[in-house]
Each structure stands twice: as structure tokens, then as C-alpha cells.
């Protein structure tokens, strides 16, 4: 692989450019992912989900601890122990807390199975004394009430005893409660089934009868039955030994020690055959406790001689998740309060999971196989392990006291992902990625005009009351990236030292309790005071805060010349309306305390975060002394969740700062501007008929620093996709953009981390511009790997891109290429992965022969070869919807067949199909197509019609950024004319 190495880190030439096919690496986008428009499970689908209660639970009687048994039955009936069951008793502890109690009112879902008439006990602790209990159910509101024939007496504690039956759901379909998981064996066919649980933020109920509500929190000390083949965890480490099973001959059950106080929604178990652990080595003063990752053997065990085709993918996490404990103990002074902490393989979950001591992931998000994940894939794992890990002290040991107060929860380990990323691993420099992954995503999904705020309006009186409401707090409120960002602002205000203080007070005070922010602002209010860092008899952390978590949206700041040494700045809120006047309108009911790093050209100091600037949250505009013949840089390292707009000749002045070689603007800063620049012209602030970001795309000729890229190729990528049907603009782009992508690529040094997946994605864009060196080498190392996959293995960063190149390029009498494609498809012998199967779908997508691609469409419903796997249907959809070439035939094909491929790959397939046409399709009569298309449909569709109906906006908004930038005629394409005279 030495030619490929010195190939790839040196210069490419830039000649002739060929023709050459879409990006084909997914853009890094951090974690979550997908969150603004898709649901987490086809359930949320259906219209025959149960209803919630927008009431709250009576606290009339608090829970205390729980004594579970749960006996979940994969394989076979055994008896009165059904398949696809999880048969139970909970023993409920509670203390009454008001006097004249007849009526507790605890949780369970319509599909639990309760024998009302002598399923359930209640007798109280002291003496005995048993209550003649009534029991009701009410379904609608998942409610389980128990009428007693006494009153309870305040301060006592009672007993509650209640056999249930919980269904096992299949994974396939619902992610909720007790489901299944499949994976393949080591042999590669043998299909095997696992079970583990995701209760938040309602699925508790579905497996016991509950208190369930992240407040009410109490001890459990569970029990979980299993086959001896199986291997069965817990939240807890197990108490002693694994006992027989009295009831099921040959089975065990494993006691596990009792928990800390904890919400329900964290309560954990997975039963499954065939799985081991990898444990880690505890580092020298790290963290002591056992770290263990779970999954399949073949895939966390390293290769023996028994068994040499052990994949390894356990070692990775072990090691990092042991390192990541070290650095949150030491970050919050509080040792983890469980005795072990186990990750655990669970193939149907759509992401992860912080169970208190079990957490659960997506095969994916988990393991690492060494030669095989990317180093995307690396961060991405390692990201996520930071992410669910930090929740053992955020959202464990403290919990927002309900959902409204979530981003409590989901804000703080998206801060502290990475934080924690960029202590174990700093290769990734994740401080300047979260600018990217965070920030930069939570000001895009922020701009809506339908935005929500933080605090949000779950279970209150008229909210909405289906599951689908309660999920929107973690799909559709922004709740993780900006809940994060704001964090981070916070810290930059407090400087970092004030701010750990602040935090390690606030866990002190409040672990195993539920919390309310107002709880965290006033003990970071009192630390700030203390180390001076805020004046007692000025704005509290409230005051400032509450502008940013009660209230959507966030402001646009605008910088104005006044005279040679005034300047205004004012605020606004950011909307996303282009066809609003956005000149001069100030809303008052939308303002916001803002704290204003400045920099200046006679004052460049980026790492001083300390506001030089209030713009009160009753201020409109404030003046600001300086030289406006010299640059100005407001919000100074970009610490602030706010864009800034500059005026004509403060602009132009830091833009000739910004793009001049070896700029003093901070990486961040010169980052932000760009994306700023970029979201005014998608939005109308930018009035020019060139958007002024693309001046600021200068600086690429000498700038190679990943955040800085990320963030133009994040924009430029939708720019690239609008233009692709224009064939003389396209070339005009790759004519300003090529050499910048060769040099940056030529001057990037390194193979690990940040760089090295900057320099993935400037290969894919060399390839997706045809530059021939590029070509030449894919061809051949392609045709190398063809040959022999083990012998010949592509880099895997680059694999994907290599396979479409190759095709793509392969020209139209030549077969070869597509040939192999389709034969290392079909393999059956295990040399070709699962992973580059699922690559080869899209490099055959990269075809420009119609044939070619008339046969993978074909091959979706497997009509002819190449026949297309499920797990692979919705690559296939994708990529004919993203080729120019089988563009159009493929929206005649999904109007034809849409039942079809919704019975074979679900709703998501179409929905993953439209998202993808709303990506590149810029001309009117192919929306109305779409629309029509989709109104050919109209039962089958209606549950994601207005998801559907997003992207077909989404679509309009296409054709009018053409309309604006680069009509039908490319004569007069001003985007066009701008790139030919800046080359």
C-alpha cells in the first residue's frame, strides 16, 4: 500500500476535469443524528399508539424501592411462560405523604397484562395490615388504580404487589419497553435474538407497573430469569452467584445487588445468547470499577486460534469508556455510585442509551474493529460513549425533575461529549468540532419560525398527549446541540474554573433528587458572586439564562458604522422567512441578555471570552467605541449562540482580515463568520446578488484547518447539489474549488483524527470533480481489491469513494467495474463485509449507463440481479434518486411500486427516498412529479405525509435559490460569473 499512501498524501494534479459522480461520504454531523424529521421507531408510524396522560401522577404516595422479577422468554414456550413474554412480580415499596390516602395511581400500559381480580396486593410493612384493593385500569391515560377499602396513614409504608405479563415487542417495529434485537451468528446465517430494554422516556410501563415519572425515583433490587445459554445483565453487578430457576427446569436467575436511588426510565436488563465481554485493564490511579463491553463473541473478542476470525471490536471501547470514567469522576468530584458500569450490544436500538450502569447501543455506535472503522466512525464511537457515560452523573445522579426540563439532562452530556473526547482523545480536537457538530447544527434547526424553546410544554394541561409528543422533546426540540452550546456560552461567561465549581456544588446538593434549572442558575449565581465573576446586585445566571431556555429562536446581532469611531449593535431575532422584510424589524417580545466577546483589529486577543459588551434583554441597540476603519470581530471565538451581521464597510474590512494568508481571526471565529455568511444568504439578510460567504471561501487556498473546511464543504455541498444538472457551473466550481481541495490535501500532515478525516472528505470531493489522479487510482486499486478483497484491502477511510469512482468513471462500453460490483455483491464466502456490500450499492448507483441502473432499481424488489438485501434497499433508493441519470425514472418507479417497497423496507425507505430528491431536484416540474407521486398514495403515505411535505418545501426553496443565483440559462448564472472571475 505504499503507492496508495504516497499518492494520497501528496498533491494531485489539476487538468482536464472528467466528469465525475456524487460525494459519497456521509457528512459528519455528531450525535444525534436525523433528529429534526424522523421519528425513532416505525410505531410512531401508526395511529394505534396508546395514548398518554398529559396529568401528572398524585404524589400522594411516593415509591421507596422495588423488589423485580422479570422471567423474559425468547426461544420457545416453557410452560405458563409464553414466547416473546416477559413474566413478572414487582413488589413496590411506598410511603404514604398525606393522610386520608384510599387511592394510589401508578403507571401501566394498555398491553401488560394485570389479573385486576387477585393480581394485586397491598398490605403495609409494619403489622401486616392487608387492604382489600378494587383495581381499575384506565388504558387511555396508562393508568393502573388501586382503590383500597382503608385509608393509608401518613408516614407508613406500604407493600404493592402486582403479577403482570409484559409483551416482548420485535425490535423491527417498535423500540419502546422489552424488545427483541437479531443478529447473525459467527457462521454469518444463523439468525440469533437477544432482548433489552429502552424505557425512556415512557417504556417502563410497558414492562412493570410503575411510578413512572423521572422524579419519582427509588431503589431496585431486580432479578431476571434466563436460559443457561444466554447471558443475562443488569443495571447492578450480581449479587453472589447465578441460582437455578425453580420453575423453568435447567434455567438460572441471577440476583443483582440493590441500585442507588434512580429514576424508572434507567432501570436496565438484556438477556442474549452467544454474547461475551471484553473487560478493561483500570488505569494507574483511574477509575477502579469493572468496565465491560457486551455483544455478539465473534464481534467484541479478539481472534484465538479457535476462533481467528474474532473481529476485536471490544477493546476500543473498553479502553476509552474506563478513560472517560476517570476524567467525569475527576471533572465532578463524585465517585460513580453503582459497582460495575457495562456497555452492551443491542442490534434494533436506533442509537444509545444511558441506563444507569447498562448502557445499550446500535452495533455501530459501539464497536470498533480494528482495520475496518474509519476514523469517523472512531469519533463518532467515541462520542457517543462520552455522551452516554457523562449521564451517569447528568441525568442519573441527577435528573430533570420531567420531561419539560430534559435539556437539563441531554444539554450537559452534550457539553461534556466533548469535553470528553477531547481529553481521551485529542487527535479528533473536539473543542473546535463541537463548534461544528453543535453550535453550527443547533443555530440551523433553531431558525424556524416554529422553533420551540428548551423548556417546553410536555405533560402540562393541553399538550399533546401521544407518544410521538413525548419523543418530539428529543427529536424536534433542539434539546441536545443547543441545550450544549448554551452550556458552553454559560461556561465562557463564568470562565471554566467557576463553572466546574458550580457544577460540582449543584451535583453535591442535589444527587438522586429531580431538578428544575432554576436549581442549577442559582448555584451558579451563588459561585459567581463568590469568585467575582458576576456583581451581587447585577443579573443572576437566571436572569441571563432565562431569556435563552423560555423563549425559541435566537438573535441576529448587527454591527453598523456610526462614525470613524462609533459603532451600533443591536439585536433581532434570526428567522428563517426569505421573503420577510427583514430590514430595520426589531421585535420586542423577542430579545435576549447577550454577552459580547469582542476582538479588534488593535485588540486581537480570541481567548479572552469575557464580555466587553452586555446587550440587555431590554436593550435594543448599545454603542460600542472603535475605529471602524480597522476590523471588529463580535462574539470573539464564537462562545455566543447568536449570528452577527456586519455592515458594507465593516464587512469588508474583516473580510480582506479574514482571507489574507496566516489571519490572526481565531480558527473558530473565522469558522462562524462563514457559517454566519452562509445562513444570511440561504435566509435574505445577504442582499447581494453573490452571497459575500463565498468571498470569504478565499481563505482556502491557504487555511487547512478541519473546522474551517468542515464548514465551508457543509455549504458548498448544498450548493454542489443545486447546481449538479448544470453542467457549465459545475465545471466553473470545480475549476475555483479543485485546487484549494489538492492543496489542502497536499499541505495536511497526518493520518489520525481531525486531519485524517478532513483529508477523506477532500478526496471525495477531488473524486466527485474527476480530477484524473484520482480516477486513475481508484480504477486501479479497485480493480486490485476486484481481484482479491483480502490481499488487496482499500483504505477504508476512502472505500466508498474508491468503489463509485471506479464505476463511475468506468466509461460507457466499459462493463468490467460494474461487473465485479455485482459479483462482490453476491458473494456468499464472507470476503466481502456487510459494510462493503452496503458500499457497493451506492458505487453502483454512481453509474452513468441507464442500464446499469435500470437493474439496481429493478434489483430493490429483487426482479432482476443485482438483487438488493433489505438492509441495503434504502442505499439503493437513495443513490437512483441522487444520479441525474436515473433521477427521473426512479420517481415513476416509486409512484408505481410504492407498496411494494414499503412492504419490503417500511416508510422510512420513502421517506429516506424524498429526503434524498429534496437534496438535488431544483426544477418545478420535477417537484410537481414528486408531488404527484405522492399524492398517488394517499392512504398508504398519510402517517409521513407531513414529513413528506417538509421536503417538498424543502424542494421549493431549491428552485427559488436557483431562480436567485443561477437560472435555467446559465448565461445568466451570476454564481457563475462570480466563479470565473475569482479562480
Known amino acids: 500500500m505504499g503507492i496508495l499512501r504516497v499518492l494520497f498524501l501528496s498533491a494531485f494534479s489539476v487538468g482536464c476535469v472528467l466528469a465525475g459522480p456524487g460525494l459519497q461520504l456521509e457528512p459528519l454531523t455528531g450525535f444525534p443524528f436525523n433528529d429534526n424529521l424522523l421519528p425513532l421507531s416505525e410505531e410512531i408510524y401508526s395511529e394505534n399508539v396508546g395514548e398518554l396522560t398529559s396529568a401528572r401522577l398524585p404524589t400522594t404516595v411516593i415509591p421507596e424501592h422495588y423488589d423485580l422479577l422479570l422471567v423474559p422468554v425468547l426461544d420457545a414456550d416453557r410452560g405458563t411462560y409464553l414466547k416473546d413474554t416477559a413474566t413478572g412480580t414487582v413488589t413496590i415499596t411506598v410511603k404514604a405523604d398525606a393522610d386520608n390516602v384510599k387511592k394510589i395511581t401508578l403507571n401501566a400500559y394498555q398491553d401488560l397484562v394485570i389479573d385486576v381480580e387477585t393480581g394485586v396486593t397491598v398490605e403495609g410493612v409494619t403489622g401486616g395490615t392487608k387492604f382489600k384493593v378494587t383495581v381499575t385500569r384506565d388504558d387511555p391515560k396508562e393508568l393502573l388504580i388501586l382503590t383500597l377499602d382503608n385509608s393509608l396513614t401518613k408516614g407508613n409504608q406500604y407493600k404493592i404487589k402486582i403479577l403482570f405479563v409484559a409483551k416482548i415487542y420485535d425490535g423491527a417495529v ?19 435474538v437477544m432482548a433489552s430494554t429502552q424505557f425512556e422516556p415512557t417504556g417502563a410501563r410497558r414492562t412493570f407497573p410503575c411510578f413512572d415519572e423521572p ?201 461534556f461529549e466533548f469535553y470528553g473526547v477531547d481529553r481521551v482523545n485529542p487527535e479528533f480536537d473536539a473543542l473546535e468540532y463541537r463548534q461544528f457538530a453543535s453550535l453550527q447544527t443547533a443555530l440551523k434547526k433553531d431558525t424556524s419560525t416554529t422553533a420551540q424553546p428548551l423548556i417546553n410544554n410536555v405533560g402540562r394541561p393541553g399538550a399533546g398527549s401521544k407518544l410521538e409528543d413525548y419523543m418530539k422533546v428529543f427529536t424536534h426540540f433542539n434539546t441536545y446541540q443547543k441545550g450544549g452550546s448554551l452550556l458552553n456560552m454559560l461556561e465562557a461567561l463564568l470562565t471554566p474554573a467557576t463553572f466546574e465549581n458550580g457544577l460540582k456544588e449543584f451535583l ?81 417580545n423577542f430579545l435576549w441578555s447577550i454577552p459580547m466577546a469582542i476582538a479588534t483589529q488593535d485588540k486581537p486577543n480570541f481567548d479572552d471570552p469575557t464580555p466587553e459588551l452586555w446587550l440587555e434583554s431590554h436593550a435594543l441597540l448599545k454603542s460600542y467605541k472603535h475605529d471602524t476603519e480597522k476590523w471588529i470581530v463580535v462574539n470573539a471565538n464564537a462562545v455566543g449562540f447568536y449570528r452577527v451581521l456586519y455592515d458594507e464597510a465593516l464587512f469588508k474590512t474583516l473580510s480582506a482580515a479574514l482571507i489574507a494568508p496566516n489571519s490572526v481571526i481565531s480558527v473558530k471565529s473565522r469558522a462562524q463568520i462563514i457559517d454566519d455568511y452562509f445562513a444570511f444568504a440561504d435566509h435574505g439578510y445577504d442582499k447581494l446578488e453573490v452571497p459575500n460567504a463565498l468571498l470569504l471561501t478565499k481563505s482556502l487556498i491557504w487555511d487547512t484547518n478541519p473546522l474551517v473546511w468542515k464548514t465551508v464543504l457543509k455549504h458548498l455541498r448544498g450548493y454542489y447539489n443545486k447546481i449538479s444538472d448544470i453542467p457549465e457551473v459545475v465545471a466553473e466550481l470545480k475549476a475555483y474549488l479543485l485546487p484549494k481541495v489538492v492543496n489542502a ?74 461487473e465485479q460490483a455485482i ?161
Open 508 to 588: 453535591k446538593q442535589n444527587k438522586f433528587t429531580g431538578v428544575k434549572q432554576d436549581s442549577l442558575f442559582t448555584i451558579l449565581t451563588q459561585i459567581a458572586i463568590r469568585d467575582g465573576r458576576l456583581s451581587p446586585n447585577g443579573p443572576s445566571v437566571k436572569d441571563i439564562m432565562d431569556t435563552w431556555t423560555l423563549q425559541s429562536g435566537f438573535p441576529l446581532v448587527r454591527v453598523s458604522k456610526v462614525t470613524k469611531g462609533l459603532v451600533y449593535i443591536s439585536q433581532e431575532r434570526f428567522i428563517e422567512d426569505v421573503n420577510y422584510n427583514h430590514e430595520h424589524k426589531l421585535d420586542p
Open 745 to 818: 490535501l497536499k499541505t495536511s500532515v497526518g493520518d489520525k483524527g481531525m486531519v485524517a478525516i478532513l483529508k477523506s472528505e477532500l478526496f471525495d470531493w477531488a473524486s466527485s470533480f474527476g480530477d484524473p489522479e484520482v480516477v486513475s487510482l481508484s480504477k486501479f486499486l479497485f480493480n486490485l481489491w476486484a481481484t482479491n478483497p483480502k490481499a488487496f484491502p482499500l483504505p477504508v477511510d476512502i472505500e466508498p469513494v474508491i468503489m463509485c469512482s471506479a464505476i463511475a468513471n468506468a466509461g460507457a462500453t466499459v462493463t468490467r467495474p460494474y
Open 215 to 415: 422524579s419519582l425515583k427509588a431503589t431496585f433490587k431486580i432479578s431476571l430469569a434466563y436460559a443457561p445459554t444466554y447471558t443475562a445483565v443488569g443495571n447492578n453487578a450480581i449479587d453472589g452467584e447465578p441460582v437455578p430457576f425453580p420453575e423453568i427446569p435447567t434455567w438460572f436467575v441471577n440476583h443483582f445487588k440493590k441500585t442507588v436511588k434512580m429514576s424508572t426510565y434507567l432501570v436496565a436488563i438484556a438477556v442474549a445468547p452467544s454474547y461475551a465481554f471484553v473487560e478493561a485493564t483500570p488505569e494507574k490511579d483511574g477509575f477502579k470499577k469493572p468496565v465491560r463491553i457486551y455483544g455478539p463473541a465473534h464481534l467484541v473478542l479478539p481472534p484465538t486460534e479457535e476462533a481467528p476470525l474474532n473481529r476485536d471490536g471490544g477493546a476500543y471501547p473498553a479502553d476509552r469508556a474506563t478513560r472517560l470514567m476517570t476524567v467525569f469522576e475527576k471533572y465532578t468530584g463524585i465517585e460513580y455510585s453503582l459497582d460495575k458500569i457495562d456497555s452492551i450490544v443491542f442490534p434494533s436500538h436506533p442509537s444509545a442509551m444511558e441506563n444507569w450502569g447498562l448502557n445499550t447501543y446500535a452495533t455501530k455506535y459501539l464497536l470498533h474493529h480494528p482495520g475496518v472503522t474509519t476514523e469517523s466512525e472512531r469519533l463518532l464511537i467515541t462520542e457517543i460513549l462520552a455522551h452516554e457515560l457523562v449521564h451517569q452523573w447528568f441525568g442519573n445522579l441527577i435528573t430533570c425533575a420531567f420531561w419539560d426540563q430534559i435539556w437539563l439532562n441531554e444539554g450537559f452530556a452534550n457539553f
Open 174 to 192: 417498535t423500540q419502546h419497553g422489552i424488545f427483541t434485537g437479531k443478529f447473525k451468528a459467527a457462521d454469518g446465517t444463523t439468525e440469533l
Open 823 to 983: 459479483e462482490k455483491y453476491a458473494d456468499t464466502t464472507g470476503t466481502v463485509s456487510l459494510k462493503q456490500k452496503a458500499y457497493l450499492v451506492k458505487a453502483i448507483g454512481c453509474s452513468q449507463t441507464a442500464a446499469q441502473l435500470d437493474a439496481l432499481r429493478e434489483g430493490i424488489l429483487g426482479i432482476v440481479a443485482p438483487i438488493i438485501d433489505k438492509a441495503d434497499g434504502v442505499l439503493a433508493l437513495k443513490a437512483i434518486a441522487s444520479n441525474p441519470v436515473s433521477r427521473l425514472g426512479s420517481i415513476t418507479f416509486v409512484q408505481t411500486d410504492a407498496k411494494a417497497i414499503v412492504d419490503k423496507l417500511g416508510l422510512t425507505a420513502i421517506v429516506e427516498y424524498v429526503r434524498s430528491l429534496s437534496e438535488v431536484v431544483v426544477l418545478d416540474a420535477d417537484r410537481r412529479l414528486i408531488v404527484t407521486m405522492i399524492d398517488a398514495h394517499p392512504d398508504l403515505l398519510k402517517p409521513i405525509k407531513p414529513t413528506l411535505d417538509a421536503y417538498v418545501a424543502a424542494i421549493q426553496q431549491n428552485i427559488e435559490w436557483i431562480a436567485a443565483y443561477c437560472p435555467a440559462q446559465a448565461s445568466d448564472c451570476v454564481l457563475k460569473e462570480w466563479l470565473v472571475a475569482n479562480k
